[in-house]
């Protein structure tokens, strides 16, 4: 039996490294195995163009991401350099830029900038006086892409990633069709089926799926024979992946039950389609709720934003359907308390992670300390969302200090309520917040 603690400084050392020491299941990303392919080296792109191969990692990606992208457009705008002219650049020429403006010129306080630095750190590069960013890009062009996974996770102790398979992707999907097996054998990557445009807009979604051979109608009415063939599309890709969970992200004016005319289609694609075969299936159904897409669209991904969105909405969808489970996460601020004091309400609804424009230092103070408050371990503080597989260690390296800070406040609290906490009952938290409900929601 583990002793009860005194002291609050006991209490931050034993919670410091009970969190080094926690292996993490990172629930959302956009990373992917090496059997992927890398990207076309040096081909620009970027936006929402296609640039090859799948695996993002390396200096380069890190300074490209396109929250950085967004950046570097206020400090040289578009009349100075025209977005077309930025994404035609060579990758290297648009890392260049970014560094220069960011990081160079300018002091790299954001958030964004200072995940790249925590990377540089934690992998044991140091940036000199001069800024030399050909120096540190000669390390990273000695390393072996599996390999360099295989370190980064241990750096970041992230024991699993999950992906992020869109099926509607036509360079992801080809993959799929070509060679799923592979894709699929390396054990440190999970799939998930991602379908965003079954719900956000049928038509689209019922256009390609006619195309692919499924006979799902032209994307208006849906008649029975018409769901039996959409529910084949879903069980043949859940298959093929294996896939651990289904996703989707949609954006803040989505309602269950729909309002407007144009999303009826959509709702029973997700009345009929995909909750029913999630169930039978015994597999979570992801909503990310509040990204607005496009809203400066020559940016591509960094143009991308956010919007408050209706959480009665996912009320009524847990009542309407107990058998399914569903994981949600909402993009703005103002949506969080909400979404907490539902998740109290039902059993069938895991909140998970600070999302995107959430997924930042104070942001992820605010809501865990909010989470812990309304629904005690009971929930998944953070995924990392990463796009480029250095990110895993930043992303987690920062929010595991500020879950980490407002847990020592809880566990102070206790302490001054003398409750005998032990050591043992904190590691039993960390493993659950960091892993294990993730884990237990899966097989519920
Ligand atoms: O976080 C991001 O990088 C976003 O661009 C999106 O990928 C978002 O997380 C999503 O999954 O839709
Ligand atoms: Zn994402």
Redesign the pocket.
């Known amino acids: 039996m583990s002793k009860v603690f005194s002291s609050r400084p006991a209490i931050e050392k034993s919670v410091a490294k009970l969190l080094r020491d926690q292996p993490i299941i990172d629930m959302?990303t956009?990373l992917y195995p090496p059997s992927f392919g890398t990207p076309v080296p040096n081909c620009g792109g970027g936006g929402k163009t296609d640039r090859g191969g799948l695996l993002l990692w390396g200096l380069d990606e890190l300074l490209t991401y396109?929250y950085l992208v967004a950046e570097v457009f206020r400090v040289v705008p578009a009349t100075e350099l025209a977005y077309e002219a930025f994404w035609k650049m060579p990758k290297t020429a648009q890392a260049d830029h970014v560094w220069k403006h960011l990081f160079v010129e300018r002091t790299p306080l954001s958030e964004a900038c200072r995940g790249v630095l925590t990377c540089l750190e934690l992998l044991g590069l140091d940036v000199d006086r001069k800024k030399d960013l050909a120096r540190l890009r000669k390390w990273f062009t000695r390393q072996d892409p599996d390999k360099y996974i295989d370190r980064v996770m241990e750096l970041s102790h992230v024991e699993s990633i999950t992906m992020?398979n869109n099926v509607f992707d036509d360079n992801e999907r080809g993959r799929w069709l070509k060679d799923a097996a592979s894709l699929r054998s390396d054990s440190r990557f999970k799939t998930v089926l991602r379908i965003d445009p079954i719900l956000g807009n049928w038509q689209t979604a019922a256009g390609k799926l006619s195309a692919w051979g499924y006979a799902v109608g032209d994307g208006r009415a849906l008649s029975a024979a018409n769901i039996e063939e959409g529910q084949r599309f879903l069980h043949d890709w859940l298959d093929r992946q294996q896939a651990i969970y289904t996703a989707l992200?949609i954006g803040p004016s989505w309602r269950y039950p729909a309002e407007a005319d144009h999303a009826q289609a959509g709702q029973i694609a997700l009345e009929k389609m995909i909750l029913p075969v999630l169930a039978q299936r015994k597999l979570p159904f992801a909503m990310?709720i509040g990204?607005v897409r496009g809203v400066n669209a020559a940016l591509g991904?960094a143009g991308?934003s956010l919007g408050k969105a209706d959480v009665s909405s996912v009320a009524r969808l847990c009542v309407a359907f107990p058998q399914n489970k569903f994981f949600i996460t909402m993009l703005a601020r103002e949506n969080q308390h909400e979404l907490c004091v539902t998740a109290r309400k039902f059993g069938n609804l895991m909140i998970f992670g600070c999302?995107?424009f959430l997924n930042n230092p104070s942001l992820i103070e605010e809501i865990t300390r909010m989470r812990l408050e309304l629904l005690g371990t009971s929930m998944i503080p953070q995924h990392s969302?990463s796009?480029v597989l250095d990110q895993l260690l930043y992303k987690w390296e920062h929010s595991r200090t500020m879950i980490g800070k407002v847990l020592v406040d809880k566990y102070a609290d206790l302490l001054e309520a003398e409750w005998p906490l032990t050591e043992g009952d904190i590691k039993a938290d960390v493993e659950r917040l960091f892993k294990g409900n993730f884990e237990e929601f899966l097989v519920r």
């Open positions: 959302h956009h396109h992020t992200s990310m990204s991904d991308d999302w995107w969302d796009r």
